[in-house]
């Protein structure tokens, strides 16, 4: 079946360094990934998201990228900050409204004062 | 954006008693949504998509008489969670997106934490 793998599992950084989650997949007919990011006890939220036809996409202090090919995409966080420590998922989908997310595992990313 | 909650937020029952879990769509039709479960320090497991005015389809492992899903409109799906036990305590997540937005993207209701005693 479908799955996504995530890791690490743990990240830890000093404030200002920059923080790289990486995600692979298996489903070759997904083309719709998102990120999120969750703090205890709450829903996740949307961060960034990519679609199968872009090869990386930029919001701010978030980039994404995708390699359809190899079947894995990245986060990267660049300048981080306190408020950036949480849990962040990456996950997959074939992007219809009828369409399952698949989760990855999670990452722990913990930013160092 | 849309919005979507659950209700109840929290809530704690018996052993052997049965929880019905809400959400609800409240700015937007779903003719689609999922349900998730989220035990601690743990991933969202996908438990089953509910589909509006069919079954709803679940995922492998997944006991389709114990977790009762029923999708009756556009804007409200149940979970029932039936003859509950202390290893079903977890967080419940549900989530839609709306038919008639072309991205597809899902929004998440806020969660409801489930503990049998």
């Known amino acids: 079946g479908e799955n996504v793998e995530q890791h690490p599992s743990t990240l830890s950084v000093q404030e200002g360094d920059s923080a790289v989650i990486k995600c692979t997949y298996s489903d070759s007919a997904s083309n719709y990934f998102p990120w999120y990011k969750q703090e205890l006890g709450k829903r996740p939220q949307l961060i960034i998201d990519?679609?199968?036809?872009?090869g990386e996409k930029k919001d701010q202090r978030i980039a994404v990228t995708l390699n359809k090919t190899a079947k894995h995409f990245s986060l990267h966080i660049t300048e981080t900050q306190p408020e950036d420590s949480a849990v962040y998922f990456c996950?997959?989908?074939?992007?219809?409204?009828?369409?399952?997310?698949?989760f990855g595992s999670g990452t722990r990313l913990s930013i160092r004062p | 954006g849309a919005v979507v909650s659950q209700h109840p937020s929290w809530v704690i029952c018996k052993s052997g008693t049965s929880v019905k879990i809400e959400c609800r769509s409240l700015d937007f039709q779903a003719t689609t949504m999922f349900w998730y479960r989220q035990f601690p320090k743990q991933s969202l497991m996908l438990m089953a998509t509910?589909?509006?005015?069919?079954?709803?389809?679940?995922e492998q492992g997944v006991e389709k008489d114990k977790f009762l899903i029923n999708h009756a409109s556009l804007t409200l799906s149940t979970l029932t969670v039936t003859s509950a036990h202390p290893e079903d305590s977890s967080f419940y997540i549900c989530s839609a997106p709306d038919r008639d937005d072309s991205l597809n993207e899902q929004f998440f209701g806020p969660g409801t934490r489930l503990t049998v005693l």
């Open positions: 996950a997959a989908s074939r992007g219809s409204s009828a369409s399952k997310i698949i």
């Open positions: 990519i679609r199968s036809n872009v």
């Open positions: 509910s589909n509006e005015g069919s079954k709803a389809t679940y």
